[in-house]
């Protein structure tokens, strides 16, 4: 077996055909634009990059054939969050062999070590974790944007290798063709009319308050329940917004506020994979208008709720229930959507997990996000519930 570090143009295009060919005949997967990969591993698009580092390779077999492939990352901003320090590896594809998948772990994990790390998190994203975060071992039906799909023998893999569950993430789908029960709405349409709350959609007009509010709330919900957190910048979101501008619908993506504080958000998109599930990847010129043919067509039934938070003074309140009433509310004129996947939701965070099923959502796939320890005589430790 020969394993390649990626370093040029023709490397760059050969680390984004591995996918295509472990999947080859799989028909529910769907390849991720090639220009959204690549973009993960350029430092000119990637914030990441400024506090971190990444590697990847592919692998070949004695037949010149490609077999796998893997990437590994360093986020020097986590250092100090762990019992030890923490690298992460993703992106992993490969043939069902373990002599192969070992090997490219091999790889990652030796990397890793270069950069001081002793213990390697994975299959992670380097980035943000509403992206390509954990391996899906249950629910193998169609991937949403951004949201892991993997082969069933992968799960085997990676435990055979020695990685251990580090938690367990469940995505939630709502089937909107169907009432939502009344008992819920009820409770939450009273929140959402409560006089001290205010809840405001997204407009591209406010995108400058839009963006200013919404870290505001992002940083002060997640900095109460993680240790390593850093908080997120304006321009993350401004590149996001831009990325996505093309399939954003306004009142997909929600604000609330308490006497005029930005006290909670909610993100949604509507699911562009079922664009992207006839592209192959490529968006040349013909499969541009292809996209915005499908687009015109309401190709797009399913939306994919991307995160949901609320500042702590403000939790156990309801106002993740009356976002979910107003989006509600929204699709009532919007009936070509069918569904939407909410994804993903910890093991660790009970409480909102708790609110999606109180919608009426049901528990449809499970993914895992595994740790693997160098020193294999060190006490393993999940990651802790939140209260």
Sequence with gaps: MQITEVKSKAHKATFLDVARKIYKNNNIWVCPPDKDINSIFDPKENVFFSHGEACRWFLKNEKNELIGRVAAFVN???MGSDDQPTGG???FECIDNEQAAFTLFNTAKKWLQSKNMEAMDGPINFGEPDKYWGLLVDGFTH???EIPY????YQQL????????????EGFHLDISKPIDERFLKIARWVAQKPEYEFKHFTWKEQEKFVNDFCSVYNEAWASFKEDFKPMQPEYIHKTLK?????????FVWLAYNKGKPIAIYLMYPDVNQLFKHLNGKLHFINILRFFYLKKKNTMTRAR?????V???FQSLGIESAFIYHINEVMKHKPHYKEIEFSWVGDFNPKMRKIFISVGSKSAKHYITYRYLFDREKEFKRFPIMS
């Design 305 to 309: 709720g991307v995160l949901m938070g």
């Design 143 to 145: 991937p949403s944007y």
């Design 243 to 251: 990325k996505a501008k093309i399939i954003i619908e306004e009142e």
């Design 76 to 78: 020097h901003n986590k």
């Design 89 to 91: 590896m993703g992106f």
């Design 311 to 313: 500042v702590p003074k």
């Design 158 to 169: 990676f435990e055979n290798y020695g990685f251990k569950t580090y938690y367990k993430q």
């Design 150 to 153: 993997n082969h069933e023998y």
